[in-house]
């Protein structure tokens, strides 16, 4: 011990303590270059720069203390957090995409929350609600509100001590409207959490409470109403943390609707996965029920906040202790766990950047976490070694590391003569590397069984069945169908969007049915050989509106000479429109004068013959 009483090491001490701390702790602890966080997720972990610059010295000193009650986070978009300075009430909004932009308002409310896109800000009073920076309406309640939330870009969720309302921006005499009571096991929860599906009609409300009269029970309860309005009924879910999803799964014609949940108990904690809404033919998806971890460090630990990346088709999970947990939705693999905050992330969004979560924490701290695109194939392959996770989320997401497996995958299938196997792999291949000529040739050529489907119909079945067609897959389908005479079947795919069009579908089209080539040239905007189309079926009164209307500029005088030459009296007709238009004259009036004339006299000897 040195003589002023503090001990001291040396540097080679302190790194021999280290190695041995290293060797003796479990691998999925360890945090190196080659796993881990630098293979997996990009956790920036930092106070943002506008910061202190934002918000007063005062409050940044108070914040841990307040900040579950002053501050207010509904998307990636704003911040607002209500503060006093000088003894004066003000709501500090900071906008996240331009950190120099923090508007200030010397505004008095109870709380306040920014719409989760547009500069429109709902303050809540003792007995009041109302919408300001755009006044858009306002609305005296009879009941406290205990909790609200923007559920859509167009309504507040309100909940009360007995029951939820919805608020909605755009009818702007409508009071809120009753949703449904609040389900008896909430009673006396604190309300963290309300969360709709798109459509709005399922929709969730997270609670949690103390457990004095059960010791032998986890000692924060969760509780959640799950209520669809369709059907007008309420189902209580013992959980801390929840979400909906859709995920587009492999031989599903329509997106699966899911429902996502975790809890903790005195005897565990799971993360669920269940179906809502299902939709038939499609086939019922399977529920999941995983078990979450928890670190014996974190025996109090338990889920708080979940958002699901929809290009990844990723649940993140949050826990009051800091910890963030990464599952596949589809499977509910656990992907990744580590601890990314020592606070306790109490409000979270989904960070549409990066496709990942974003988060505020006790301190004021805002931290982003989303997983690497480059890498997490690779760390999911190798780290985890889930060949099937990898296949699955490379297809979902477009993402690079599994190329090789695909190619190894469809040579096999296709070698084997299992060519409807093959004609998936190739589908589904991400950033659709199989979806090449030589694939579609290979498929060509391969024998058709007897009485079988050939394999290239097989193959184009199920891309029509994925969705869009490329273009050089829309052009190989569209040739044998017109050959065939079956031109119903590209107009159905054309309804549906299944073909990507260009002028090339619309040439060979065009050899076939004009209308129908037609629509194709619009759809690929193709204004020479729209205007050609026009021409072709005497439909030379939309020339004009549809340039207009693109910005397109034809030679009009050689045009109208084009169609002298075909239809006199359309010409005619044409002429007319161009010298009347109502910008002025699109031609020179005597060259149009002329064809109108000479129009006129024509028409005049063949009456008289």
Same mark, same amino acid.
């Given at each position: 011990?040195?003589? =002023?009483?503090?001990?001291?090491?040396?540097?080679?001490?302190?790194?021999?303590?280290?190695?041995?701390?290293?060797?003796?702790?479990?691998?999925?602890?360890?945090?190196?270059?080659?796993?881990?966080?630098?293979?997996?997720?990009?956790?920036?972990?930092?106070?943002?720069?506008?910061?202190?610059?934002?918000?007063?010295? =005062?409050?940044?000193?108070?914040?841990?203390?307040?900040?579950?009650?002053?501050?207010?986070?509904?998307?990636?978009?704003?911040?607002?957090?209500? !503060?006093?300075?000088?003894?004066?009430?003000?709501?500090?909004?900071?906008?996240?995409?331009?950190?120099?932009?923090?508007?200030?308002?010397?505004?008095?409310?109870?709380?306040?929350?920014?719409?989760?896109?547009?500069?429109?800000?709902?303050?809540?009073?003792?007995?009041?609600?109302?919408?300001?920076?755009?006044?858009?309406?306002?609305?005296?309640?009879? !009941?406290?509100?205990?909790?609200?939330?923007?559920?859509?870009?167009?309504?507040?969720?309100?909940?009360?001590?007995?029951?939820?309302?919805?608020?909605?921006?755009?009818?702007?005499?409508?009071?809120?409207?009753?949703?449904?009571?609040?389900?008896?096991?909430?009673?006396?929860?604190?309300?963290?959490?309300?969360?709709?599906?798109?459509?709005?009609?399922?929709?969730?409300?997270?609670?949690?409470?103390?457990?004095?009269?059960?010791?032998?029970?986890?000692?924060?309860?969760?509780?959640?109403?799950?209520?669809?309005?369709?059907?007008?009924?309420?189902?209580?879910?013992?959980?801390?943390?929840?979400?909906?999803?859709?995920?587009?799964?492999?031989?599903?014609?329509?997106?699966?609707?899911?429902?996502?949940?975790?809890?903790?108990?005195?005897?565990?904690?799971?993360?669920?996965?269940?179906?809502?809404?299902?939709?038939?033919?499609?086939?019922?998806?399977?529920?999941?029920?995983?078990?979450?971890?928890?670190?014996?460090?974190?025996?109090?630990?338990?889920?708080?906040?979940?958002?699901?990346?929809?290009?990844?088709?990723?649940?993140?999970?949050?826990?009051?202790?800091?910890?963030?947990?990464?599952?596949?939705?589809?499977?509910?693999?656990?992907?990744?766990?580590?601890?990314?905050?020592?606070?306790?992330?109490?409000?979270?969004?989904?960070?549409?950047?990066?496709?990942?979560?974003?988060?505020?924490?006790?301190?004021?701290?805002?931290?982003?976490?989303?997983?690497?695109?480059?890498?997490?194939?690779?760390?999911?392959?190798?780290?985890?070694?889930?060949?099937?996770?990898?296949?699955?989320?490379?297809?979902?997401?477009?993402?690079?590391?599994?190329?090789?497996?695909?190619?190894?995958?469809?040579?096999?299938?296709?070698?084997?003569?299992?060519?409807?196997?093959?004609?998936?792999?190739?589908?589904?291949?991400?950033?659709?590397?199989?979806?090449?000529?030589?694939?579609?040739?290979?498929?060509?050529?391969?024998?058709?069984?007897?009485?079988?489907?050939?394999?290239?119909?097989?193959?184009?079945?199920?891309?029509?069945?994925?969705?869009?067609?490329?273009?050089?897959?829309?052009?190989?389908?569209?040739?044998?169908?017109?050959?065939?005479?079956?031109?119903?079947?590209?107009?159905?795919?054309?309804?549906?969007?299944?073909?990507?069009?260009? !002028?090339?579908?619309?040439?060979?089209?065009?050899?076939?049915?004009?209308?129908?080539?037609?629509?194709?040239?619009?759809?690929?905007?193709?204004?020479?050989?729209?205007?050609?189309?026009?021409?072709?079926?005497?439909?030379?009164?939309?020339?004009?509106?549809?340039?207009?209307?693109?910005?397109?500029?034809?030679?009009?005088?050689?045009?109208?000479?084009?169609?002298?030459?075909?239809?006199?009296?359309?010409?005619?007709?044409?002429?007319?429109?161009?010298?009347?238009?109502?910008?002025?004259?699109?031609?020179?009036?005597?060259?149009?004068?002329?064809?109108?004339?000479?129009?006129?006299?024509?028409?005049?000897?063949?009456?008289?013959?």
């Amino acid at each position: 011990m040195a003589s =002023d009483g503090v001990y001291s090491v040396t540097l080679d001490e302190a790194i021999e303590a280290m190695r041995l701390t290293a060797q003796d702790m479990s691998v999925k602890y360890k945090e190196t270059s080659l796993s881990g966080l630098a293979k997996t997720v990009k956790i920036p972990l930092s106070v943002p720069a506008w910061f202190d610059r934002s918000i007063t010295r =005062d409050l940044a000193q108070q914040l841990t203390r307040i900040i579950l009650q002053t501050l207010t986070f509904e998307s990636d978009h704003f911040i607002c957090v209500r !503060e006093k300075v000088n003894e004066q009430n003000q709501v500090v909004i900071i906008d996240l995409t331009d950190a120099n932009n923090v508007l200030r308002r010397p505004i008095s409310a109870d709380s306040a929350i920014m719409h989760p896109k547009q500069k429109i800000l709902a303050l809540k009073g003792t007995s009041s609600l109302q919408f300001c920076l755009l006044k858009v309406k306002s609305h005296v309640n009879n !009941e406290d509100v205990v909790f609200w939330k923007w559920v859509s870009d167009n309504t507040i969720g309100l909940v009360t001590e007995t029951a939820v309302y919805h608020w909605t921006l755009s009818d702007g005499t409508s009071p809120p409207q009753k949703i449904f009571d609040r389900h008896p096991t909430l009673v006396g929860a604190q309300i963290i959490n309300y969360r709709a599906t798109p459509d709005e009609k399922w929709l969730v409300l997270v609670g949690i409470s103390g457990n004095p009269a059960n010791p032998s029970a986890f000692k924060v309860k969760g509780s959640m109403q799950l209520y669809s309005r369709d059907r007008g009924v309420s189902q209580p879910i013992e959980g801390h943390a929840a979400s909906f999803a859709e995920i587009k799964l492999d031989g599903h014609q329509e997106p699966t609707k899911l429902f996502t949940f975790a809890v903790r108990t005195a005897t565990g904690a799971k993360l669920h996965v269940v179906e809502i809404d299902h939709t038939a033919p499609d086939p019922p998806f399977t529920k999941k029920a995983v078990d979450v971890y928890f670190p014996p460090e974190a025996t109090n630990d338990f889920p708080v906040a979940m958002q699901v990346s929809k290009k990844h088709g990723i649940i993140y999970l949050v826990t009051k202790y800091g910890f963030i947990h990464l599952y596949d939705l589809e499977s509910g693999a656990c992907v990744y766990m580590n601890r990314i905050s020592g606070e306790t992330i109490f409000v979270t969004a989904e960070h549409e950047a990066t496709n990942g979560i974003i988060g505020v924490n006790k301190k004021g701290q805002v931290l982003s976490v989303n997983v690497d695109e480059q890498t997490v194939i690779p760390y999911i392959l190798t780290t985890l070694n889930n060949t099937d996770l990898a296949f699955k989320l490379a297809s979902r997401a477009n993402l690079p590391g599994a190329d090789d497996l695909y190619v190894q995958q469809y040579q096999t299938l296709f070698q084997s003569g299992q060519y409807g196997e093959a004609a998936k792999v190739a589908a589904n291949s991400p950033r659709g590397i199989l979806r090449t000529v030589a694939v579609i040739e290979s498929f060509k050529q391969a024998p058709t069984p007897p009485g079988g489907l050939s394999p290239i119909l097989q193959y184009f079945g199920i891309l029509l069945e994925k969705g869009e067609l490329n273009h050089l897959e829309s052009l190989e389908l569209a040739r044998p169908v017109l050959q065939q005479g079956r031109k119903q079947l590209l107009e159905k795919w054309l309804k549906e969007n299944k073909l990507s069009c260009s !002028e090339e579908l619309g040439d060979i089209v065009r050899l076939h049915d004009m209308t129908l080539a037609l629509s194709v040239y619009l759809r690929a905007n193709v204004p020479n050989k729209v205007i050609a189309c026009f021409v072709e079926t005497g439909q030379t009164d939309k020339i004009v509106l549809y340039s207009k209307k693109v910005g397109h500029h034809p030679d009009y005088a050689a045009l109208l000479q084009h169609i002298m030459r075909t239809n006199s009296e359309k010409g005619a007709e044409f002429a007319t429109q161009l010298v009347n238009d109502e910008t002025g004259p699109l031609i020179d009036i005597e060259r149009a004068s002329l064809f109108i004339s000479n129009s006129q006299a024509i028409s005049y000897v063949f009456d008289r013959l």
